[in-house]
């Protein structure tokens, strides 16, 4: 254990936040004792989610991202600590200027004069992270630079390693943290911080996001200036907007808002159905109205990936819940997941029907569908389903998208276009399925398999010849596997049986015999007649009891 001042005093601060809301059984965990923090910190306890928020802004930007990325966890907490953890801002004090000149310097290896024709001294955005300068190049580009504050990196490594022993105790000495896979959760929790520490990674993401997004003139990401980014410092073209939080309705009537949110909803679904890259919080903050109409997306240090599987089965549930195939969506649900050991599937099926129904017939004014998936994760860890991380992203993603969408326009339905869009989408991709690249890609992989298939079914009958195979039953009903092997076995004897007397009858072919039929030797004859009713017969009963069944 680092028993250094600073991470003796963090431990302390953490120990403090966990006795005044109650957890005071984690906090053996950071090395405290927990009597002595009792008696420092008093006996009462908080219940009051703003003051959690308060709290969390105070500790720094660890648990300022903790927390909002509790806030789209409505599966972990009730919803007053949903909405106060929502409000978080990951604003505070700008450093001095000074500092943030050393940190451009020493990144771009050149005096910050010689880089750039002005740089402004006053931050146009101050955040735990980083703070966010205007500034133009020499070529006249307006630009803004985004640089990483000193000292963030150890401060949230250190948090994380804190973090790392409370979750592991927590998820190995509670329900809650075994149900919901709290390591999992934290490992991804972890993985985003690390990445949004390395602002080059931010630098590709507004690339790929950009050439995604070029069907869609309305929506614009700042375009990134290569030569001047680094770890440290991003510098990309200065957009000037105003938050789409922030519009007022004076201002919302000079916009066609109808159109940007359509487009914004379009765009987004395709990120995260045909291209599997999206910025996983395009909360309304992270949304700005240009001057010349368009929409503007920034801030992608949070960009969330989805294998083309995951893509599939996240546009089938979509579907599904927009239908309310209840059965559909809970098999979805739950083929994305991670059974447990008490799952309890009826509960379950039931509870996916009670929820999809009961949102169906609301109205699209009051339905909003990453709400509502964010209760399907909720309802599956409540009967034994460990959520996936993809359905968890896909309802946060939803969920703001919602908020955004009706801040441009408070009368669109959101549910409705994703809904007709993701219907599109479907359509589209059994179109490609039809189409000659795909059926080629079909043809190779059946060629595959006919060229594999001698030489796996010769493997087979090695191993039956050497009582070596090995067959896995996962059933309870053991009179009926034995009686479906029994069936197999006799269908097999009657095929050998056919197979002998076929062999036989040509064999007798040339065997002179004074008895003939049809002008042929008498007993071939009768193999054949033998071999064709036994034939007949096993064919007529495999395609009747297969029929049946």
């Keep these: 254990m680092d028993l250094s001042p600073h991470m003796v005093k963090r431990r302390v601060e953490i120990g403090r936040l966990l006795m005044k809301y109650g957890r005071a059984d984690l906090v053996q965990v950071v090395g405290l004792d927990e009597a002595a923090l009792r008696e420092e910190t008093g006996e009462e306890l908080s219940r009051d989610p703003e003051e959690l928020a308060a709290d969390l802004e105070q500790m720094g930007p660890t648990f300022i991202k903790a927390g909002q990325f509790l806030s789209t966890r409505p599966d972990l907490l009730a919803e007053p600590y949903i909405a106060s953890l929502a409000r978080l801002q990951d604003k505070i004090e700008p450093i001095s200027f000074g500092e943030i000149e050393q940190i451009v310097e020493d990144e771009l290896g050149v005096r910050i004069s010689k880089a750039f024709r002005c740089f402004d001294a006053k931050p146009i955005g101050a955040a735990s992270l980083s703070q966010v300068h205007a500034a133009e190049l020499r070529d006249g580009r307006s630009v803004a630079v985004k640089v990483q504050r000193p000292g963030v990196r150890e401060v949230i490594l250190e948090d994380l390693e804190i973090l790392d022993g409370l979750v592991r105790l927590a998820s190995e000495h509670t329900d809650a943290g075994r149900r919901f896979g709290f390591d999992a959760m934290f490992e991804e929790f972890r993985r985003t911080m690390v990445r949004e520490l390395d602002f080059r990674r931010e630098a590709r993401n507004l690339t790929t996001i950009a050439g995604h997004l070029t069907d869609y003139p309305r929506l614009v990401v700042p375009r990134v200036v290569a030569d001047y980014s680094t770890s440290r410092v991003v510098t990309m073209d200065r957009i000037h907007g105003t938050s789409v939080a922030r519009l007022s309705p004076l201002a919302r009537?000079?916009?066609?808002?109808?159109?940007?949110?359509?487009?914004?909803?379009?765009?987004?679904?395709?990120?995260?159905?045909?291209?599997?890259?999206?910025?996983?919080?395009?909360?309304?903050?992270?949304?700005?109205?240009?001057?010349?109409?368009?929409?503007?997306?920034?801030?992608?240090?949070?960009?969330?990936?989805?294998?083309?599987?995951?893509?599939?089965?996240?546009?089938?549930?979509?579907?599904?819940?927009?239908?309310?195939?209840?059965?559909?969506?809970?098999?979805?649900?739950?083929?994305?997941?991670?059974?447990?050991?008490?799952?309890?599937?009826?509960?379950?099926?039931?509870?996916?029907a009670d929820l999809l129904l009961a949102n169906h017939d609301a109205s699209f004014d009051d339905l909003n569908l990453g709400r509502l998936v964010l209760e399907m994760v909720r309802m599956s860890a409540s009967c034994g389903l460990r959520p996936s991380p993809e359905l968890t992203m896909l309802g946060k993603t939803l969920l703001n998208l919602d908020e955004g969408t009706r801040a441009l326009a408070p009368e669109l339905r959101p549910a409705d276009l994703v809904r007709e869009h993701a219907g599109s989408l479907m359509r589209g991709h059994?179109?490609?399925s039809l189409s000659p690249g795909h059926l080629f890609q079909v043809a190779l992989e059946t060629n595959e398999l006919v060229q594999r298939l001698p030489g796996r079914l010769n493997l087979i009958f090695d191993r039956l010849s050497e009582n070596g195979l090995e067959l896995k039953v996962k059933a309870f009903d053991e009179e009926q596997v034995i009686s479906g092997m029994r069936k197999i076995a006799n269908r097999i004897t009657l095929g050998l049986v056919v197979a002998a007397l076929i062999v036989g009858a040509a064999l007798l072919m040339n065997v002179p015999s004074r008895f003939e039929l049809f002008g042929y030797p008498g007993l071939a004859i009768l193999c054949f007649l033998a071999a064709t009713a036994v034939g007949a017969g096993l064919i007529a009963s495999i395609l009747i009891n297969d029929r049946k069944t």
């Design 430 to 432: 059994l179109l490609r």
């Design 253 to 352: 009537l000079e916009l066609d808002g109808d159109a940007l949110a359509e487009e914004l909803i379009h765009g987004y679904l395709d990120l995260i159905l045909v291209h599997g890259a999206f910025n996983a919080d395009p909360h309304p903050g992270n949304l700005l109205v240009t001057d010349d109409g368009r929409l503007a997306l920034v801030d992608m240090g949070m960009v969330a990936y989805l294998s083309p599987g995951s893509r599939e089965r996240v546009l089938r549930l979509l579907l599904a819940v927009s239908e309310a195939d209840t059965e559909g969506c809970a098999r979805i649900v739950r083929a994305m997941g991670e059974e447990l050991d008490d799952f309890d599937e009826p509960r379950f099926t039931r509870g996916a």
